[in-house]
């Protein structure tokens, strides 16, 4: 979905149901809205970063059709030039080169939505999206790099709900994703005539398709059941090698009041083509101590079948693609508590969590690294809500021990306040990440030829300058409203400061040389 296409975003972080699937990570459920069925409607929206248009049409009196498009306005990176770090040694200089790479990103979104005259829904969606980016950069006759990537990714989806008159509902579901990569690398590091330009081509697609149908019911005043089945099938090419994995699932979820205690509690069973069958059982409790205070629990696992992973696409040069798992998939264990306040505008929530993942890949210093992880972590979060304002501030914090051992940190503090027909809001973020992301760009050079999985990295160097972000943004939205008329028009600052958030890296490095590339 494009922004103007979303209703409403639920990030399931943590732990979340049988009907979200078995993705180790987090879970964003969108949900789109369904347009204006009584007439036309056009919004348009422009930042200093992107322009959005809008529109929807009825078509009959139960169904409209929407379409929305999205198109950056200019070059999203804006920092350039070289800067020069870290001390000369009789071993090996370090040099920063911050760069301008272009970018161009465009995405459009058509939705047919409606209802019957039984009260069931129906909707049928499409999506495309592209983006292309590429820089070129030369030193002093030392190496030279030409990089180009381009980004396309097609969707479509459909369903259909069925209500019934006591109150059940059975839903089905389709849709299709690809995701494609083209990207070029044209690279020469050292000196001389001697030195020869090489030129790789990396090409990844990734794509899944899924059916699914489940039915849910009502088991007395307390209690509704929820089952169905599943197939996915996921294809994965890169180069000339292509590969596919069936996925048929069967799941069960029960959800059980009891006056203060809920409980959800469900169970999915994955019958992988490859790979014996896994059972992945998750449950929820939630309980209101008081009107004011509540109580959450949740534990899980999940079976993820793809991810990125470091491919080596020439001795000594990595880079991130899609792949499909082989018969060890990735595995993960997530338990989560937390407890929430709320009273008089007042929001106050506390959280932790512990998740254990089995079966990664890391790339680390050059190298691949098959390891084991657990990330422990925590998030605190107020809201206060008085008059027209709210204002919010939250902390969070993670730890990790593989495949090295450090702790990252982010705080984000903002506001909404409507004044007459002008709506304000401003938000900033910081934030510190983890280190060994900062290499998962490309890397180049001499270290680590041997392109071979490690046990256990042998240590790390922490360049926290390079990993730490921070942003500034700011939003102004006007609102007229008649008889048979409506006016909304905005503007947002995205990066009011222009501070540099580092999204890229690629590094060369030879004997006497390391250039990181951002």
Known sequence: ETSCMVKDIRLMRGVSGVLQGGNVGAVAEITGIEGNTAKPTVKATVSNYTANIFASLPITKRSVLSAAYRQTLYNLYGNS?????????????????????????????????????????????????????????????????????????????????????????????????KYSAAIDNVTSVG??????????????????LTVKLNHSL????????????????????????????????????????????????GVRMDIPSSGNPGLSPRITARHNITE??????????????????????????????????DSTFMRAYHTLAGLAFSRNGW???????????????????????????????????????????????????????KPVKETSHEIKIGGVSSVGNFYFSA???????????????????????????????????DDTESHTYNRFDIAVTYRLKRDKWQLQAGISLLNVFNNRNNTYRYQLNDQNRVANIK
């Open 347 to 401: 929001l106050l929530s506390a959280e932790g969590y512990l998740r254990q993942t089995h079966n990664g890949l890391y790339f680390l210093d050059n190298s691949v690294y098959a390891s084991d992880n657990t990330v422990i972590g925590g998030d605190l979060f107020a809201k206060k809500e008085f008059r027209q304002h709210t204002v919010f501030a939250s902390y969070s914090i993670a730890g990790m021990r």
């Open 218 to 265: 009502n088991i007395g005043s307390h209690q509704r059941l929820t089952a169905g089945a599943e197939f996915t099938q996921f294809t994965n090419r890169l180069n000339s090698q292509k590969r596919d994995i069936n996925v048929p699932a069967v799941f069960v979820t029960d959800n059980i009041s009891l006056g203060k205690l809920s409980v959800e509690a």
């Open 427 to 461: 938000n900033y973020v910081f934030g510190t990440g983890f280190s060994y992301l900062s290499t998962s760009g490309h890397n180049h050079g001499q270290e680590g030829d041997q392109g071979h999985e490690q046990e256990e990295p042998h240590g790390h160097d």
């Open 292 to 325: 004011e205070l509540t109580a959450t629990a949740s534990w899980g696992i999940y079976r993820q079948y793809i991810s990125k992973i470091p491919y080596q696409y020439s001795t000594g040069h990595f880079e991130m693609v899609w792949s499909l798992s």
């Open 191 to 208: 000196e001389g005539a001697d030195n020869k330009l090489v030129k790789t081509r990396t090409d990844n697609d990734i794509e899944e």
């Open 81 to 177: 030039g070289y800067s020069p770090s870290g001390e000369q040694d009789e071993v090996q200089s370090i040099s920063d080169i911050y760069i301008r790479p272009h970018y161009d990103f465009r995405d459009a979104n058509l939705k047919y939505s409606g209802k019957t005259r039984g009260g069931d829904s129906y909707y049928v969606s499409l999506y495309g999206a592209d983006d292309r980016f590429n820089f070129k950069v030369e030193q002093d006759g030392q190496y030279a790099v030409d990089a180009r990537e381009k980004n396309y990714q097609y969707a479509g989806a459909t369903g259909y709900d069925k209500f019934w008159r006591n109150g059940a509902i059975s839903s089905l579901r389709a849709s299709y994703s």
